[in-house]
């Protein structure tokens, strides 16, 4: 297998360097402005919608760019599926590249691999180096129109003829995001999604890693083949180095260019483009800054599919050794280390480490963390890391949230007012939160009916297949309160604290206890016995009837442990997943979000 792919990799960067060659003695044809290579998934994965949308989109693009000969764009295209090739070499014939298309024939299996590996000699040609406009420098980008489902591609003989349904391997996956990332250090991949189920995680991931790539929607594709065009504009304003300032932004564009009237996408554009102006930098100056960077472990970075993503909850896992490092509360996760398995992770409290998740150089298939769906509680902060939002009142970045209604997570609250969002399509930006009075983001209600969504859709959309397995395997170790046997562990201990578990539907007006039912009204959550005598220091919960109810002795304890240690801390309570916010004066059950009020009773 290792040499099936050791084989394929050389037969593939060998016909790269040969059609580079081949570019290269085209000159004459090519275009003076940026360089663009669409890489064409026209695999039978796709079906026969897909292929509609991804024609209409590499259309609508070569349309905008024949209106606006003075940046002269250069397109290249590769197609991917029953044959993988150079289909046309970079040039500007915008019409004739849009009729060649017609002899492409749909179906065949999806080699994605191979045609980005196709890819590397062209990106890389010293003709085809980055396009000066003004101070920016664009780089060479590719524009990738895919369901993002790549198949083997060790059959490198270039033909891909079966028209059967094939599904892609994690293998698969891992190849096609290895060979990305590398080309994406210097230059931006676009990501345009088509077809019936496109595979949305590897497709954020391959444009999230890349330098400045984004995904691009299909209705958007017009819009972006303005890109050049902005940039172009952008130029001309008098910012040497990022600038979040929309209105300096807006005054500089009224004072250069007060005879001309800009759309609102085109503002937005303009804007995203001063904002990051970093991402316009000589390739030299690059190599630079990554060289300087070499030892210094960077936040905010998202390197590996398998781990978590950025702005995912999580909580002690199967394999937790840290003590109370985490307060027995949640975190969020806010980086990769450079050394796969291992994630960086900030706890509610504030307190940062790294943690394992799941294969690493010196362990195996170890998880000192687990995906959770707690939200962050506040108290008396206004935003925090881990907290879910979405654009606010003074929003000014058009659709970078991926479009109105849409939430993100906080990664990073900066003391000028600054945060660090991470949305749901893989985009991370700066954001003013409160300075000057200016709001471009709105905290969410982390129990209202989208949050709670959201944080379920990213445990189910987990990238590990394997997590939901490791987390039943954790569970299982750990018996039924009920029967006994688990009842009493020592709070202190290493062992994970917040677990998982399955959930037991207690009967109102009923508990259980040694497998029998007893007639006799007492709480939801169950407790050591039928009588109970208050503790100096009780909590107790109330139900639905108005009842206080005290909780078990245990549970107290480790409570009042808490409380003792933070009074506005968040405890996780393992009988039917409830979770107590003592800041709140409320508990809430995980899984039916219904909440009861708390209180603490001093004898």
Known sequence: MAQDLIHAEQYWKTQAAIEAEKNFGQIYQHGRGPCNIFILDTSLSLGEEGFGQLKGAFFAILDEYAKHPEIDENVAVIICGRHTKFHRYYSNQYEDIKHSLDNVEFGGSSPLTAAFLLSIETLGCKAEQSHRIGDFHVHPRIIFISDGKPTDFTDFTGSYTEDRPQCETERDVDHLLQVTRSIGKKNPIFCIPVGRNPNMTSLEFISAQSRGGKIVCVSEARQFAKYSHNIETASMLSFKYDNNDRER???????????????????????????????????????????????????????????????????????????????????????????????????????????????????????????????????????????????????????????????????????????????????????????????????????????????????????????????????????????????????????????????????????????????????????????????????????????????????????????????????????????????????????????????????
């Open 249 to 603: 932004i807006l005054t500089s564009l009224a004072c250069k260019f007060p005879e001309r009237v800009f759309t609102e996408m085109d503002l937005n554009d303009i804007i995203e483009i001063c904002s990051r102006k970093s991402l316009y930098l000589p390739v030299s100056e690059q190599e630079d800054e990554e060289e300087e960077d070499d030892d210094v472990e960077k936040l905010f970075v998202e390197r590996y599919p398998q781990l978590p993503r950025l702005g995912s909850r999580v909580k002690r896992g199967r394999d937790w050794i840290y003590d109370n490092r985490d307060n027995y509360g949640p975190g969020t996760v806010v980086g990769h280390l450079r050394e796969e398995g291992w994630v960086i992770v900030e706890w509610d409290t504030g307190f940062k480490f790294h943690y394992r998740f799941g294969s690493t150089q010196k362990f195996s298939n170890k998880y000192d963390i687990q995906l959770c769906n707690e939200p962050r509680i506040l108290g008396k902060e206004l935003i925090a890391t881990g907290c879910l939002v979405t654009r606010g009142k003074d929003w000014a970045w058009g659709n970078q949230d991926g479009g109105a209604g849409n939430i993100g997570t906080v990664l990073s609250v900066e003391g000028s007012g600054q945060v660090l969002v991470r949305w749901q399509h893989g985009l991370t930006n700066m954001y003013t939160f409160g300075t000057n009075g200016r709001f471009e983001l709105d905290v969410s209600d982390p129990f209202s009916p989208k949050a709670v969504k959201f944080l379920e859709d990213q445990m189910r959309n987990a990238p590990l297949d394997s997590v939901g397995e490791v987390q039943a395997d954790y569970n299982d170790g750990f018996k039924n309160i009920s029967d006994g046997t688990s009842a009493k562990r020592d709070m202190e201990f290493e062992k994970p604290v917040s677990v998982n578990r399955s959930i037991l539907h207690v009967t109102r007006g009923k508990y259980f206890k040694n497998n029998s039912v007893v007639e006799k009204p007492t709480s939801d959550i169950e407790t050591d016995g039928p009588s109970f005598s208050f503790a100096v220091n009780q909590w107790c919960w109330k139900d639905c009837e108005g009842n206080w109810n005290p909780y078990s002795r245990e549970v107290n304890e480790r409570i009042n442990k808490c409380y003792k240690r933070d009074p506005k801390s968040t405890v996780i309570v393992n009988i039917q997943d409830q979770s107590v916010v003592m800041a709140k004066n409320r508990q809430i059950n995980q899984t039916t979000r219904d909440i009861s009020e708390i209180k603490l009773v001093t004898n």
